[in-house]
């Protein structure tokens, strides 16, 4: 019970903070093969299963970025890619020489990817920030697109 209600409280939490949610599809069976115990006790997929279902009774907006989607050892600053094993934690990247965590660079790719996967279907636009949008932390300012799907127009026959 302790680990639904941290699920709970960790998804209400995320939900709260955010208009988008993009969460990366994992196999957590195939992890399991690897990492064994260390996966099966974690709660990540409950985590996004209560966001998916919170987001969306919100009306907010969920996205799932495919599996194939390359997300650890991409570089957060110029998007080069590199192979890490799973000891390395950080790496040093060949392009640009950032020093950066792999964990923090692979969140940073993720919603980078949902961010071009939302603008390219159509369901988002970027649009500047007004006056009162304005912040000392830079936030990115989406609105939904005008036409939603299936509402576009309809040629006469």
Known sequence: RQRLDFAHKISRQITNE????????????????????????????LITQLSKYKTELEGKLYHEIGRFEKSTGVCSECGQHHVLTLNDRNFTCTACETNQSRDLSA????????????IAAGIVARVPPTSQQKS???????????????????EAA
Not at 136 to 154: D, H
């Open 18 to 45: 955010n208009d988008i949610l993009v969460f990366e599809d994992l196999n957590v069976k195939g992890m399991q093969k690897f990492n064994g115990s260390m996966v099966a006790d974690n709660v990540m997929g």
């Open 136 to 154: 000392a932390i830079k936030t990115k300012v989406f609105e939904l697109s005008k036409f939603a799907v299936g509402t576009e127009k309809k």
């Open 107 to 118: 969140a940073k790719s993720i919603a980078k990817t949902g961010e071009f996967d939302l």
